[in-house]
């Protein structure tokens, strides 16, 4: 049996930014999101890079191991931020978030780095499969605040780490594809400002992909949306 993603991205600049420093990536092995380091320059450029790195995964043509694919292609990405960083001292440390899903037979490969996230809806539960590369995330990791309190954190969008021409450990997982399982990667302009409850009942209502991520994006905007907002949606099915 062949799998494949029926995938659909939506992305909106939000009702607090000036430019839409997210970029994304839906196809039929590949789901992506990248979010440019908010207050750094030139962030939407750094989304970009790593997203054009990431899209010719999506070639069904292509074979080998999907992390390994990942692994380097976002590799290459940080390599050209760095050499854009050391060349031009309008875009030094500019760098994004990143978080992609690559369909290889029956196994899906997840990277992340940053706080761009990750959900998997299995049999109508709702799972976070990412790991905020955050400073909240580390309080919360210590027991110092609970995660509720972590959502209203005044430092709650200090990234930890992202790709921008430095090094970096990304979180990388192999998951098993399901028929029937949807996935949700999305910039923090929705996660910061939706409930998990919420999106999980997108996620279970609305069994059309790119109509899911509409209304993901319009639940962000009526709760204020003061990022951009990106969010793919995606359902693994057989071809």
Do not use: W
Request: proline share 5%; glycine share 8%.
């Amino acid at each position: 049996m062949s799998l494949v993603l029926h995938s659909a991205a939506v992305t909106d600049i939000g009702l607090g930014r000036t430019n839409n420093e997210d970029s994304a990536h839906s196809g039929h092995r590949l789901i992506a999101v990248a979010d440019g380091i908010g207050g750094m320059p030139a962030g939407e450029l750094a989304s970009a890079i790593v997203i054009r790195e990431l899209e010719p995964l999506d070639d069904p043509a292509r074979e080998g191991d999907p992390m390994e694919a990942l692994r380097t292609a976002v590799a290459a990405a940080n390599l050209k931020i760095r050499d854009i960083s050391d060349q031009d001292q309008a875009s030094d440390g500019m760098g994004t978030t990143v978080t992609a899903m690559l369909l290889a037979g029956d196994q899906l490969a997840l990277f992340h780095v940053g706080d761009s996230r990750g959900y998997r809806l299995h049999e109508g539960t709702i799972a976070q499969i990412t790991k905020d590369d955050t400073y909240v995330q580390t309080l919360v990791d210590q027991g110092l605040i609970s995660p509720d309190e972590a959502r209203v954190h005044p430092r709650r969008s200090v990234v930890m780490q992202a790709v921008q021409g430095l090094d970096y450990e990304p979180t990388c997982v192999l998951h098993p594809a399901v028929v029937g399982d949807r996935y949700l990667v999305c910039s923090d302009g929705l996660s910061d400002v939706v409930e998990e409850a919420a999106i999980a009942d997108a996620l279970g209502s609305e069994p059309d992909p790119a109509a899911c991520a509409r209304l993901l994006v319009n639940f962000a905007l009526e709760a204020g949306a003061p990022d951009n907002v990106t969010v793919v949606v995606a359902d693994v099915s057989d071809e």
